[in-house]
């Protein structure tokens, strides 16, 4: 767990439940983002299109994911100055948070 930035004695145990050691079960990260809710929603009905927050997802593993973002910050350059960039944007803390978990 020494390669992901921020992650300490309390996070480790928490994403190594939720990744699991089966890793074959996601063909691509965009799997894990969809189950963990961090992919946002694209709703598109006619000339509209609606980006929406994933509602209907286990709430522990998002949580995990959520909080890792925020550790990573302190120790990952790129983190932060994604963070400071989506905040700059007028983007909230969570959204801004969620960010670079998404990426």
Known sequence: MKS???VGKALAPRLIAALGSRRERYDAAYDIQCLSGIAPVVIRSGKKC????RRACPLFLRQTFHEWAQHSMARCAWAREHYDQQRKAGKGHHTAVCSPVFK
Do not use: S
């Open 4 to 6: 992901f930035p921020g």
């Open 50 to 53: 609606v980006v929406q927050y």
